[in-house]
């Protein structure tokens, strides 16, 4: 069992380490996204006042990580989410007025070409972006050396390297592990476009390990009496640590990848 102190971590993650677990778990929709996040933009350069996309925000954690520690302003989208629980959540926290909530699907996104300084997307982009024509879509709404930052879920080798999504992975999340690449696939999937400049691309060192502890936590607080109570996803967290703890970091990463628009 993982206590919630453990999900706070300053001599990795400082920054995130300020933010309370529960908080993070009540808004949970994947593996710890203010650890990817934090860790994905040291590859970034964001500075105060850039209009920010957070693309398939979620509940909300990650815009509100943004605003608050990068002071950009941020416009938070996602399908899942209607957009007034997004906003209760950012008014909530204290950015309210520097986070747009915006409800959008990724193939329909409601901006002007060029308007965006940067666009960040955490644990999402593998359910969209694997598509050989979506990074020359996403892009044309980036001015001009413009940012892109993405977290996503990666294999350390292609599922077609090994002939078969490897059964502990494939028990817990099925077909899905099909859009989990390894970081090399991802650059090459880009640079070939000649639309943007790949200047990192790396597997976390140690996600497994990150996501293991996530995982316990959630499962723990998720069968506590009390308000976070939910048997159902904790036996999904349960489910996650046991592939995690068979996988022990030969195959399950995650990627971290960021590139500028050309």
């Given at each position: 069992m993982t206590d919630l102190s453990e999900l706070?971590?300053?001599?990795?993650?400082?920054?995130?380490?300020?933010?309370?677990?529960?908080?993070?778990l009540d808004l949970d929709m994947g593996p710890h996204p203010l650890w990817l996040l934090e860790d994905l933009a040291r590859d970034l350069?964001?500075?105060?006042?850039?209009?920010?996309l957070d693309l398939g925000s979620g509940k909300g954690a990650t815009a509100v990580f943004l605003a608050r520690e990068y002071g950009v302003e941020v416009v938070a989208a996602d399908w899942w989410i209607a957009a007034e629980e997004a906003a209760a959540v950012f008014a909530a926290a204290g950015v309210g007025d520097r986070v747009e909530a915006v409800?959008?699907?990724?193939?329909?996104?409601?901006?002007?070409?060029g308007s965006l300084?940067?666009?960040?997307?955490?644990?999402?982009?593998?359910y969209f972006g694997t598509a050989d024509g979506y990074l020359p879509y996403l892009v044309r709404f980036?001015?001009?050396?413009?940012?892109?930052?993405?977290?996503?879920?990666?294999?350390?080798?292609?599922?077609?390297?090994?002939g078969a999504i490897p059964p502990h992975i494939k028990e817990v999340v099925g077909w899905e592990a099909m859009a989990w690449h390894t970081a090399e696939w991802w650059r090459f999937q880009w640079e070939t476009t000649e639309l943007v400049d790949v200047t990192s691309a790396r597997l976390q060192p140690d996600a497994w390990r990150d996501w293991l502890l996530w995982a316990r936590a959630g499962a723990a607080y998720r069968s506590a009496d009390g308000a976070g109570t939910d048997t159902a996803r904790a036996e999904g967290d349960r489910a996650v640590v046991g592939m995690l703890t068979a996988?022990?970091?030969?195959?399950?990463?995650?990627?971290l990848l960021a590139a500028r628009r050309r």
């Open positions: 706070v971590r300053p001599d990795r993650y400082p920054r995130s380490s300020r933010y309370d677990p529960a908080w993070l350069e964001l500075r105060p006042g850039m209009r920010v409800r959008a699907e990724a193939h329909a996104l409601p901006f002007e070409e300084d940067a666009i960040v997307s955490v644990d999402a982009f593998e980036l001015r001009p050396g413009g940012q892109l930052g993405v977290a996503t879920p990666a294999l350390t080798r292609e599922v077609r390297e090994l996988d022990h970091g030969e195959y399950l990463s995650f990627a």
